[in-house]
């Protein structure tokens, strides 16, 4: 008896600890993470002062390298970064060039994101005083064009990416699920094919991180992702981004779209080289059917919509840009791409996440799994890449740090998941 009330003693005080410790960690992570603003009122004080004086929309950017000799590389630049669209790949991009030039970016507080997914607050920035003036965002936000407008000079390029949304729901669901409640009902051992085929039975538009798997690409770009897709305002915000954005990059021809950023902004090719980052396994990554797929693009009718047409538009770039030049260009890349490879990575490859032997190398992995990639840097490069090598490499939360980015919320929250083994 009194053995058994010991252990009863025992497992009610592991139980208090256990819901105290809860409590903390749901308390710390509704701090750390804001409430989804549905609204687009800006954030900041009316009296905060612009940039400079901001046109209504961007003024045009003329393409470069081919058309203008002698032209000066574009340092103003706002990157609109989506999500699982290959963005943390352009994100390192855009941290070297900002880097290897001295230029000011605006960036977070406390995390990786800007509140995400609360709209984007000139406020958000870290040290943002009225009127400072940024070189480059890239960040995650919930994009609100006028705070974004009031930070970066009138002739700065608008820059985003999008990708098919059958497959970035895909790699949504696989990703985030874990943090979406709703999904938390699926029982099956395919959990992303029992969704669809019946999601309006699982889904809540209200639900907590609903956000991240329906029409992804139109919350992050600021639009209601509930829209009823018969709704003229749905057109209405294409045209917008189109209006808003000089290029719109796709996912699935990340190279064609490089080649046509490289012309826009007219830097060199050494700016545009790259490693893929933040990639998953193969195991990791199931390819939707037939069927599954057209249920999840129906899903996402509103990303459908906003792909097509700037499928159709990156095709008119294409054409203008030369289908013969775009093909040696794209060559060319791949073949600096290769010998930065064979410079870089030790093994030539990407590898799990348990074979990384620098922590410093570590990329940030989804709840639950390491399925995410990264790379061994070869421990003998020559002094003229060393530098270019590591850089190519870091992945993003390393990478802000190097910059200098005040990330107490994220490295906290890794802590507690390291301590938890989540």
Not at 204 to 232: C, I, K, Q
Not at 259 to 277: A, G, H, I, P
Request: proline share 5%; with cysteine.
């Amino acid at each position: 008896m009194l053995l058994q009330k010991k252990r009863w003693e025992s497992m009610a005080k592991g139980l208090v600890l256990g819901a105290l410790f809860t409590s903390f960690l749901l308390l710390l992570y509704s701090y750390a993470v804001p409430p989804l603003h549905t609204g687009l009122a800006s954030t900041t004080s009316e009296g905060a002062a612009p940039c400079s004086p901001a046109p209504s929309e961007p003024e045009p950017v003329t393409s470069a390298n081919g058309s203008a000799r002698g032209c000066q590389p574009r340092r103003d630049i706002v990157f609109m970064k989506t999500h699982k669209t290959a963005s943390s790949t352009l994100l390192n991009i855009l941290f070297r060039f900002g880097q290897k030039h001295g230029l000011k970016f605006a960036f977070p507080n406390g995390r990786n994101d800007f509140d995400y997914p609360a709209f984007f607050a000139r406020s958000l920035v870290q040290d943002y005083r009225p009127g400072a003036c940024f070189n480059i965002i890239c960040n995650h936000m919930r994009f609100h064009y006028d705070e974004v407008r009031g930070l970066v000079p009138p002739n700065a390029t608008f820059i985003t990416v999008l990708r098919d949304p059958a497959r970035l729901f895909e790699s949504s669901f696989h990703y985030f699920g874990s943090v979406v409640p709703f999904t938390w009902k699926l029982s099956g051992q395919d959990k992303l094919a029992e969704f669809l085929q019946d999601p309006d039975r699982y889904y809540d538009p209200h639900g907590y991180n609903a956000h991240y798997l329906r029409n992804l690409l139109f919350f992050d770009l600021g639009y209601d992702s509930d829209l009823d897709p018969s709704s003229p305002q749905v057109q209405e915000h294409i045209l917008e981004v189109e209006r808003r954005f000089h290029l719109v990059l796709l996912q699935e021809y990340f190279d064609e779209s490089l080649v046509l950023l490289k012309d826009l902004l007219c830097w060199e090719l050494e700016d545009v080289l790259y490693f893929k980052l933040n990639a998953r396994r193969a195991s990791a990554v199931p390819r939707l059917s037939g069927e599954l797929y057209r249920r999840a693009t129906a899903w996402n009718e509103l990303d459908a919509r906003l792909y097509r047409h700037f499928n159709a538009s990156f095709w008119r770039k294409v054409e203008a840009f030369g289908r013969e030049r775009m093909a040696r260009e794209v060559a060319a890349l791949r073949r600096a791409n290769e010998r930065m490879r064979r410079i870089c990575i030790d093994g030539g490859d990407a590898v799990d996440a348990t074979a990384i032997q620098d922590a410093a190398m570590q990329p940030w992995q989804p709840l639950g799994a390491k399925s995410i990639l990264g790379y061994n840097l070869k421990k003998s490069i020559g002094r003229r890449h060393a530098q270019l090598c590591r850089r190519m490499l870091t992945p993003e939360i390393q990478y802000l740090t190097d910059l200098g980015v005040n990330l107490w919320v994220t490295k906290l929250w890794k802590v507690i998941r390291d301590f938890l083994q989540w």
